[in-house]
T-cell receptor
């Protein structure tokens, strides 16, 4: 069965520090993977996606994620956190006819 | 507008009343999804429409929940005899094609439903 696990429901980093949000997936077919961000009182916005090809994927707002098949992971990173990055982040895996979302990680930025 | 539009943005109603939530997807998108997001929870899949095919209703939590999509465009999610546990944000999303696994979903801003 396909599933997505996000480690840590809350992550706090200092402004300017590295952001690392962890995502592991389980899929019986080659995975298509997504990261979405949700700001307060808004819907989800696509940050980046991996389908095929290059395993390091760059997204909006300076975020990137690396697909590691051997580790079944798709962790999201950003070299330097900004206050505006405070939001909830969702990892998702695409299966036929459906996208399965993780439970989300709320990112807090400390001044 | 170019995005997914949901209305109302907020809805407060009394327990036992029926509510209708509306979603207007991006023009040309054949796939439409409804999700429920409760406080502190992830996204709970409710129902999926793809073109003229029969919808996937596997996520609907009870028979009080139903949805329809008219003319392959606008969708309405109806909750009958609302209960307090129905309080949540209801999100709608659309994608170009539900059968294309590389197609991302585009989300509306949701309807925040509060049952008193």
């Amino acid at each position: 069965a396909q599933s997505v696990t996000q480690l840590g429901s809350h992550v706090s980093v200092s402004e300017g520090a590295l952001v690392l949000l962890r995502c592991n997936y389980s899929s019986s077919v080659p995975p298509y993977l997504f990261w979405y961000v949700q700001y307060p009182n808004q819907g989800l916005q696509l940050l980046l996606k991996y389908t095929t090809g290059a395993t390091l994927v760059k997204g909006i707002n300076g975020f990137e994620a690396e697909f590691k098949k051997s580790e079944t992971s798709f962790h999201l990173t950003k070299p330097s956190a900004h206050m505006s990055d405070a939001a909830e982040y969702f990892c998702a895996v695409s299966v036929p006819d459906k996208i399965i979302f993780g439970k989300g990680t709320r990112l807090h930025i400390l001044p | 507008g170019a995005g997914v539009s949901q209305s109302p943005s907020n809805k407060v109603t009394e327990k036992g009343k029926d509510v209708e939530l509306r979603c207007d997807p991006i023009s040309g998108h054949t796939a439409l999804y409804w999700y429920r997001q409760s406080l502190g929870q992830g996204l709970e899949f409710l129902i999926y429409f793809q073109g003229n095919s029969a919808p996937d209703k596997s996520g609907l939590p009870s028979d009080r929940f139903s949805a329809e999509r008219t003319g392959g465009s606008v969708s309405t999610l109806t909750i009958q005899r609302t209960q307090q546990e129905d309080s949540a944000v209801y999100l709608c999303a659309s994608s170009l094609s539900g059968t294309g696994r590389n197609q991302p979903q585009h989300f509306g801003d949701g309807t925040r439903l509060s049952i008193l």
